[in-house]
């Protein structure tokens, strides 16, 4: 019953940054851990970012390593993931993904296959 939005993509120039929000409904995401991949046209989905149930931890692809941060919002139902310094190789359709967890579960989700829900993605597109 979990359906997860993602918007804020778009298109922007190289170096610039975009503010990604993935949106749940028919369930909080308070239960979930979460996590945002990517697919560029031609390759596979690859892990990007995830973040714990609790948001105590978060994980990143050595790629967006210090340009992505993603974060949670339990009030808004809302997962975030900032971009600054985008680059031409992040052009992309970004994908939102949940994954239930127990209160006592920590563990951030960095394979797809782990997560049992994905939103519809939402195309980010970086310009030289």
């Known amino acids: 019953q979990v359906q997860l939005e993602e918007s804020g993509g778009g298109l922007v120039q190289a170096g610039g940054s975009l503010r990604l929000s993935c949106a749940a409904s028919?369930?909080?995401?308070?239960?979930?851990?979460m996590g945002w991949f990517r697919q560029a046209p031609g390759k596979e989905r690859e892990f990007v970012s995830g973040i714990s149930r609790s948001g105590g931890d978060t994980d990143y692809a050595n790629s967006v390593k210090g340009r992505f941060a993603i974060s949670r919002d339990n009030a808004k139902n809302t997962v975030y993931l900032q971009m600054i310094n985008l680059k031409t190789e992040d052009t992309a359709v970004y994908y939102c993904a949940a994954d239930w967890a127990s209160a006592l579960d920590y563990r951030v989700r960095v394979a797809s296959n782990e997560y049992d829900y994905w939103g519809q993605g939402t195309q980010v597109t970086v310009s030289s």
């Open positions: 028919g369930r909080t995401v308070t239960n979930y851990a």
